[in-house]
Each structure stands twice: as structure tokens, then as C-alpha cells.
């Protein structure tokens, strides 16, 4: 686990210098959200720091695998078979490149989680198996009202399936602080079952730098990500605190614009309808988009963006927060998501209270929180970009990539010297 002086660890051993990796994912572009762009950024970032990496996945369109190449990452399809679902075929044994050796093999959650177990056990028993965690199933589908099934027995078949995962691999991984400390609760009831590990997003400075508030207008305020679980991305919340926040400034200021990235297909004027229903104020304008993986669309709606809002009731992490402070955009995240504990830990307390505001579950003092802080930002735009230009910085230099990906390589190094120094012992923990 990081610290807060974190720094990337010593060069790996010769016999681990060019370590195997076999990654199973669902995609290399995000057509369905963060998990696969963290899939992707750790991928690129494993390559840099000289592993062998190659990612497993469904099916690999010509220009995915030429984008992987170019970062230095083996993309390969998984091997079809008549009458087997896309997914089902990653637990097949993959035509790997010649001389590739695979040391270790990476799932995701309970998405890749059981295919990589089977890869393991059935044609890579030499390998140590990694699951990494990202999300906690019990926090979310609390909020998921549209089932109709039994919230209860949901949840717990969702979490122990992603504990069952866990038990029995050589290390679980987990995404943020947040994660890291259910999963140390959680896994510690199962013995010998090493303590988690914990890998935090990188938040590595990109090269439109620096940022200023845009010109023009109106100011646009950005809400992104798969929206169709509206309750747990707090969308209704965001309505209705800007809505607060416009009543704040009067009726004499400027028109704001909503832009709202992610709605389902077929769902736009749907959303915008109930955003106007949310917040009934004048001077709000609302702009729904559909969900979309253009990389060059989202990097524009950031730079584009005044304010970007992440105001989660349940986050695992929020990569949408961190990609926004990463491209220097006022950010406002959820206290209720690992990105703001995470915040709250590389950032000093009072540039930490600028950025992460909590979120209580009491609607009114929510709203009128999260308006108070919208307004702020509204009010002296030259100060929010200051001070996001400041979160920008000290978060880059205390998270990169690099740092997630030397943090996986010796997870990788210290499960094989556990393994080959007792192999009947699961308890060897990680200092």
C-alpha cells in the first residue's frame, strides 16, 4: 500500500525483470466505463515498467490491438467456440505469442475474476493469480431500485462471489483506500488468507497544461458516467443542489449549463425532463448526451468544463473524479467514494475540503452542502481553476501509474517467494 511519500519500489530482481503477465478483461476501448479504462491505463502502465503484458479479451477489433501495441501491450483475442458465449470463451487456453511465459494472471472482479481463476487451474497452475477489486456489491445495489429481484440475496451472492475470488488467489488487490479497508474487514474472517493489498489510480499530468476558466458562455458544469443508475451517481442530488446553488447567486447571473455525458440510449430527453423535474429554476440549462468511449469527445468535455460534479452515494472508487483532476477542471467529489478518501489522504485538509464534500444521506443538508460549493466555484472561477491546478499537481506527484504498476510487479515478485519458500502456507503477508 502507498504511503503518503510514496515512492516507486527498487528495480525488480533479474529473474523478475521481464515478469509474464496474462490480464483478463471485457474490452481494451470503455465502451462500459471505468473498470475497462483501468484496465487499460494499468495494462500501459505495467509495459512501461517492463513487464511483459498480455490482455485477454472477447474479441479485438484491428485498431484496439494497434493501440495496445503502441503502448507496448500484447492484445489477443480469445479463441471462439461454437456455442459458447463471448465471455465464456476467455477461460480458453489463448494462442499466446511464441516465448511468452505467463507468471501471472489478473482478473477483474467477478467480470474476469472466474475466467482467470480457471486459466489459472487449468492452464497456468505455475502462475500466481491476482484479483483485483472494484467495486463493493453491497454498497451499490442498495440504490438499485429498478430489480426485481431481492436486494438481500443479491447482494450477498454478489459479494461472495467476489470474496470466494479472493480466498483462494494469491493476493487480492484492491482499488483505493476505500475498498482496501472493507476488503481487510472482510477477508480477515477466512484463515491464512494474506491481508490486501491496495492499488491507487495514477493521476499522471497530460500535456494541455495550464488550465484557465474557458471563455465564453454560459459556464458549463459536467456530469459523466453510465448514468442508468442514476441514485448511485447522485444525479438527482447535483440537480438539485445547483439548482440551490443558482437560487444562492440570483436571478441577475449568468445562464448555467448542465452538460450531462452518459445517458442510456433512447433515454436523453427522458433525463433532461427529469433533471428540469429535480431542479426548477431559471437560468439552468441542460444538455443530455448519450454515453460514449471517444476519447477525443470526453477530453472536450472536460476542457470545455467550469465545474465537474461526482456527487456518488456509493463509489468504489470514481474514476470520472480522477480523469477531471487530472485534466485540471474544478472537481467536487463525493466524500462517499474511494477517490475522496484517497484525496483526503495526498492532499492537505484544507485543499482536501475544497475538493471532497461529503455526502450525508440527509437529503436537505446534502443539497444545500453540495449548492454552497457549487456556488463557490461559480463566484471566483480564477480561484477554482487555481486551486484545481494545485490539487493537479500534489495528486500527480504523489500517484502515477508507474507507482500502481510497481506496486502490482512486486505483489507478483513477493507472492512467487512466497509460494516457492512454503507453499502450504496462505498466510505470508506483505510488510
Not at 483478463?24 to 495494462?43: I, M
Not at 494472471?105 to 486459466?119: D, K, M, Q, S, Y
Not at 441514485?231 to 447535483?238: F, Q, R, S, T, Y
Request: glycine share 8%; proline share 9%; with cysteine.
Amino acid at each position: 500500500m502507498f504511503t503518503d511519500d510514496a515512492q516507486p519500489p527498487a528495480p525488480l530482481t533479474a529473474d523478475f525483470r521481464r515478469p509474464g503477465l496474462l490480464v483478463v478483461a471485457s474490452e481494451w476501448f470503455s465502451a462500459h466505463g471505468g473498470l475497462s479504462t483501468l484496465n487499460r491505463d494499468l495494462c500501459v502502465g505495467l509495459a512501461a515498467a517492463d513487464a511483459s503484458v498480455v490482455c485477454l479479451v472477447p474479441h479485438a477489433a484491428k485498431e484496439e490491438r494497434e493501440h495496445a501495441a503502441l503502448h507496448g501491450v500484447t492484445l489477443i483475442s480469445a479463441r471462439p467456440a461454437p456455442g459458447v458465449s463471448a465471455r465464456q470463451t476467455l477461460a480458453r487456453r489463448p494462442a499466446l505469442p511464441p516465448g511468452v511465459t505467463i507468471d501471472a494472471v489478473l482478473g477483474h472482479g467477478r467480470v474476469t475474476g472466474p475466467e482467470a481463476r480457471i486459466l489459472t487451474e487449468d492452464h497456468f497452475p505455475s502462475a500466481v493469480r491476482l484479483q483485483l477489486v472494484h467495486i463493493a456489491p453491497d454498497e451499490l445495489e442498495c440504490w438499485r431500485s429498478d430489480r426485481s429481484d431481492d436486494l438481500g440475496q443479491r447482494s450477498e451472492a454478489r459479494t461472495r462471489l467476489e470474496l470466494e475470488l479472493g480466498v483462494d488467489a494469491a493476493r487480492v488487490i484492491a482499488v483505493g483506500p476505500r475498498l482496501h479497508e472493507l476488503l481487510c474487514r472482510d477477508l480477515s474472517v477466512y484463515p491464512g488468507v494474506p491481508r490486501p493489498a491496495r492499488l491507487d489510480p495514477g493521476f499522471d499530468l497530460p500535456t494541455h497544461l495550464p488550465r484557465v476558466p474557458p471563455p465564453g458562455g454560459p459556464s458549463q458544469i459536467l456530469l459523466m458516467g453510465r448514468l442508468e443508475d442514476y441514485e448511485i451517481k447522485g444525479v438527482d442530488l447535483a440537480a438539485r443542489a445547483l439548482s440551490y446553488a443558482l437560487k444562492l447567486r440570483g436571478g441577475d447571473e449568468p445562464e448555467v449549463e448542465l452538460l450531462v455525458r452518459g445517458a442510456p440510449p433512447g433515454e436523453s430527453a427522458r433525463l433532461r425532463d427529469r433533471i428540469l423535474g429535480w431542479a426548477p429554476v431559471t437560468g439552468l440549462r441542460v444538455t443530455p448526451r448519450p454515453f460514449t468511449t471517444d476519447a477525443e469527445h470526453l477530453r472536450q468535455d472536460l476542457l470545455r468544463a467550469s465545474l465537474v460534479l461526482m456527487p456518488s452515494r456509493a463509489e468504489g472508487f470514481g474514476l470520472v473524479g480522477a480523469e477531471a483532476i487530472t485534466a485540471g477542471a474544478p472537481t467536487l467529489v463525493s466524500g462517499r467514494s474511494g477517490l475522496g478518501s484517497l484525496l483526503h489522504e495526498i492532499l492537505p485538509a484544507d485543499e482536501a475540503r475544497r475538493v471532497v464534500v461529503p455526502v450525508r444521506l440527509r437529503p436537505v443538508e446534502d443539497i444545500q452542502r453540495w449548492g454552497h460549493h457549487i456556488a463557490a466555484v461559480l463566484n471566483d472561477p480564477a480561484a477554482a481553476f487555481a486551486t484545481a491546478a494545485a490539487v493537479r499537481r500534489r495528486a500527480a506527484a504523489k500517484r502515477t501509474w508507474s507507482m500502481a504498476a510497481h506496486e502490482i510487479l512486486r505483489v507478483i515478485r513477493e507472492s512467487g517467494r512466497s509460494r516457492e519458500a512454503a507453499p502450504d502456507d496462505a498466510d505470508g503477508r506483505l510488510a
